[in-house]
């Protein structure tokens, strides 16, 4: 079955660091995968999506992911963070339908 | 483009009554529609698949005779809470999928209190 990890439940940078957010899948075809940020209280924003090609993904935002299969990971990076950064990020699958990650909740400090 | 809105955002009811949470796609048609509840702290569960003119698709342990979803038309669906119980307090978020995409777009979500 098809399952998302998102291994940091709670990550804390400092404004205009750089960020890294993990994500890892377990889908038995190439599957197709999503990245959304959800503000508090609000519904989900697409940032990126991989389907097929080129395995670096831009989204927007300033936001990028990276598709390896040989490690089962799509995870997110933006080279400078800002402050309207912080909310919680989900990772997800796509196969008969959206399978999510419990998210990981971004804090950014001034 | 594709914007999803739910109405209402908020709602306050009481243990024993129902409350209809309406999701309407406003600038696209939307075969499909989907029903996601999330827990605080939580992810994102589906609850429910519904397709324009025909019956929902529960998922395992969704009661379909508490959570009624109906999809009547190619811009509307709506969930049924029928009576409600204080655990069934949540956030609950619909999506649409366009009849030419298959990317789902996300409404802004309800938050229920059932008290």
């Known amino acids: 079955a098809q399952s998302v990890t998102q291994p940091d439940i709670h990550i804390t940078v400092s404004e205009g660091a750089s960020l890294e957010l993990r994500c890892n899948y377990s889908y038995g075809a190439t599957p197709y995968l999503f990245w959304y940020v959800q503000s508090p209280g609000q519904g989900l924003q697409l940032l990126l999506k991989y389907f097929s090609g080129d395995t670096l993904v831009q989204g927007i935002k300033g936001f990028e992911a990276e598709f390896k299969r040989s490690q089962s990971s799509f995870n997110l990076r933006k080279p400078s963070v800002h402050w309207s950064d912080a909310a919680e990020y989900f990772c997800a699958v796509e196969a008969d339908k959206l399978i999510f990650g419990t998210g990981t909740r971004l804090q950014v400090f001034p | 483009g594709a914007v999803v809105s739910q109405h209402p955002s908020r709602v306050i009811c009481k243990s024993g009554t129902s409350v209809k949470i309406e999701c309407r796609s406003l600038d696209f048609q939307a075969t499909t529609m989907f029903w996601y509840r999330q827990f605080p702290k939580k992810s994102l569960m589906l609850m429910a698949t519904?397709?324009?003119?025909?019956?929902?698709?529960?998922e395992q342990g969704v009661e379909k005779d508490k959570f009624l979803i109906n999809h009547a038309s190619l811009t509307l669906s709506t969930l049924t809470v029928t009576s409600a119980h204080p655990e069934d307090s949540s956030f609950y978020i619909c999506?649409?999928?366009?009849?030419?995409?298959?990317?789902?777009?996300f409404g802004p979500g309800t938050r229920l209190t059932v008290t």
């Open positions: 999506s649409a999928r366009p009849i030419s995409s298959g990317e789902q777009y």
């Open positions: 519904s397709n324009e003119g025909s019956k929902a698709t529960y």
